[in-house]
């Protein structure tokens, strides 16, 4: 790591700690009264990613990384888990799936979602939290169970915009008609996974 990144780095987990030890509102926060504000703090990366605005990402990044560091203290403070952990955990992962570059011998061709599998997944939708957005949802099932079949993309002429005014269009056309768009799919992602269980 960069002198600078590691300074910086650094900086951030004293001002932590600081706060942990000075602030009244810091000190009484746990994983579970911070997770509402995380999924807020992701939603604002996403908002700051579609509008391509690079400061407002770097922000909305620095925003994520603090609560990244936020629930590691709050772990070491309960004897769960440090950051060290943390950072070893997806770095052993990291390793793992991607055996074709650290572990030649042991990769007979599998891609990621097989890889997850052989590593004692039931169904290859273990990992998709209920709780995603419904639409969200319905990609990840999609590419989460198109990743143990298909290794190819079919071409299109038809752009993400048109795509984008097409899916508008439908869930137009579900509201004129009395169908919400929604809870229509939510439905179909029910129907999706029992099929893939």
Known sequence: ??????????????ILDTLRQQCPWDRQQTMKSLRYLTIEEVHELSEAIISHDSNEIKKELGDLAMHIMFYAKIAEDEGLFDLADVFNAISDKLVS???????????????????KMREGRKSVLEGVPSSLPTLVKTIRMQE???????????ATDMSEEEFGQKLFDLVDWGRRHGINADDALAAANQRFAEQHK
Do not use: C
């Open 97 to 115: 799936r991607h055996p074709f570059i650290y572990h030649k011998e042991d990769y007979h061709g599998e891609n990621w979602e097989q890889l």
């Open 144 to 154: 989460k169970v198109a990743g143990t079949t298909e290794n190819t993309r079919e």
């Open 1 to 14: 790591m960069e002198s600078k990144t590691s300074a910086a780095f650094e900086r951030l987990s004293t």
